[in-house]
């Protein structure tokens, strides 16, 4: 087994035994039959039980136990999976983050331990300082090529996405992309989704930047590096910085300003799966969409 370590200050957890009216079991019961039907043939796996001598998600305090391995091609394709269990959540980070990214993943892990669900931290091509080279097209295929993984190699009989800040915008793009295992969320968690946007419009020379990513993108430069004042802490691409700093970018998904039809033609399709929006803190967390089952 593996352990991964963190020195962010985490928050307490009960560890009573899990309960068939939990809020977590409230928000994908009468889903469990849905993945059955997902696996892919000719593959199979032994996993899923809870081995006699089993101590637990959380190895001391800030440490986890769990497993490490690669779900794709790419050296970043990494995920770290606490538990050993056939239905799993995928926690999808903010920009920037990375393995660790948030002080509730301990307590969450050990709650989840006891709703017989693993955890699975990810990282994407957009981690870390990857966020200004890649894109929610490109973080939905990772993500699909980690929930096919955890179905052919691990036997999951189904997901809950859980993301965090910038992390909510990946979760709403794959879930409009129809790939094939995004059949197999049973439910998402939008947990303190931000406007990208209206933090970055505070900024001085967003506006001028905004023009220049604009007029690069024009031209066919889309994948070509931004000046370094773009963004001080990651190379970024006129697509990117576009894309997350535009009125109506890619990643304009939660802005306040966005009407009733911009909010329903970007997260309409959020009615069809069960979701929950919780906030933990009111910075930059301007606005949801009352689409159905979004909550």
Known sequence: MNSLSSSSTVFS???????????????VRGRQDRSSSFKMAGISSSGGGV????????????????????????????AFKTGDYKQQVIFIGGMADGFLATEYLEPLAIALDNEKWSLVQLLLSSSYTGYGTSSLQQD???????????INKENSEGVVLLGHSTGCQDIVHYMCTNAAC?????????QAPVSDREYRATLPETAAMIDLASSMIKEGQGSELMPKE????????????????????????FSSDLNDD??????????????????????????????????
């Open 140 to 150: 939905a295929m990772e993500i699909d090529q980690l929930i096919s993984y955890l």
């Open 230 to 253: 773009a963004d001080p802490s990651s190379p970024i691409t006129a697509y990117r910085y576009n894309s997350l700093c535009a009125y109506m970018g890619d990643d304009d998904m």
């Open 13 to 27: 957890s009960s560890t009573s035994s899990a309960s068939s009216t939990s809020w977590f079991s409230g928000i």
């Open 51 to 78: 081995a006699a001598d089993y101590e637990g998600p959380i190895k001391g305090k800030n440490q986890f136990r769990g497993v490490l391995f690669k779900y794709g091609p790419k050296p970043i394709q990494v």
């Open 262 to 295: 911009q909010l329903r033609l970007r997260l309409g399709h959020m009615a069809n799966t069960p979701c929950q929006v919780p906030y933990t803190f009111p910075i930059f967390v301007l606005a949801v969409a009352d689409a159905g089952n979004v909550h």
């Open 182 to 190: 995004s059949r197999a969320v049973r439910a998402a968690i939008l």
